[in-house]
T-cell receptor
Framework: SAVISQKPSRDICQRGTSLTIQCQVD?????MFWYRQQPGQSLTLIAT?????????ESGFVIDKFPISRPNLTFSTLTVSNMSPEDSSIYLC???????????FGPGTRLTVL | DQQVKQNSPSLSVQEGRISILNCDYT??????FLWYKKYPAEGPTFLIS?????DKNEDGRFTVFLNKSAKHLSLHIVPSQPGDSAVYFC???????????FGTGTSLTVIP
């Protein structure tokens, strides 16, 4: 299975600021995914990040709020911009294994916005 | 619109007994289903999966049952162990895409 690391593991931020979450994978992958899990809710896909092209955002998520970078095949960042308390959530990066037909997840970043 | 639902947010079971976690879905295009387990401060980890061509898949203490006509799947853990205490998510996907749709999770507590 893939090893996925995320930084930071948690953060407490002030309203109006931005936070960039980093995701590092131990193997080269074409597609990486960013999920959000708000308290008491399911894992929701934010966007799909392909290396070499712009990220594809799901309904309800926009690039201005959640800009994503994908500079190479092992790394991606998600920025949560102009944060509000509603952005308090766990953010997870993920990759899909076609060999195993499953999704592997990073440990998550727990964000609290005051 | 929640396409995958887990209607029980929590479940408590005595050690050694059977744990049954349920999941319902609405999209008839889903043909692949997975269960994930999540401990606090960790990302979800894959537990067991089932394809729509089967109605049962077993892996050790874990068995997943799929009822396509009812659009329902369940995870059975027997015997339950205290280390099984975690949040369990069911997920579904359609062969046409890579996206997985997740339920809201069921928090299982196995009481020693």
């Amino acid at each position: 299975s893939a090893v996925i690391s995320q930084k930071p593991s948690r953060d407490i931020c002030q309203r109006g600021t931005s936070l960039t979450i980093q995701c590092q994978v131990d193997s080269q992958v074409t597609m990486m995914f960013w999920y959000r899990q708000q308290p008491g809710q399911s894992l929701t896909l934010i966007a799909t990040a392909n290396q070499g092209s712009e990220a594809t955002y799901e309904s309800g998520f926009v690039i201005d709020k959640f800009p994503i970078s994908r500079p190479n095949l092992t790394f991606s960042t998600l920025t949560v911009s102009n944060m509000s308390p509603e952005d308090s959530s766990i953010y997870l990066c993920s990759l899909h294994s076609s060999s195993y037909n499953e999704q592997f997840f990073g440990p998550g970043t727990r964000l609290t916005v005051l | 619109d929640q396409q995958v639902k887990q209607n029980s947010p929590s479940l408590s079971v005595q050690e050694g007994r059977i744990s049954i976690l349920n999941c319902d879905y609405t999209n008839s295009m889903f043909d692949y289903f997975l269960w994930y387990k999540k401990y606090p401060a960790e990302g979800p980890t894959f537990l067991i999966s089932i394809s729509s061509i089967k109605d049962k898949n077993e892996d050790g203490r874990f068995t997943v049952f799929l009822n396509k006509s009812a659009k329902h799947l369940s995870l059975h853990i027997v015997p339950s162990q205290p280390g099984d205490s975690a949040v369990y998510f069911c997920a579904a996907s359609a062969h046409t895409g890579n996206q997985f749709y997740f339920g809201t999770g069921t928090s299982l507590t196995v009481i020693p």
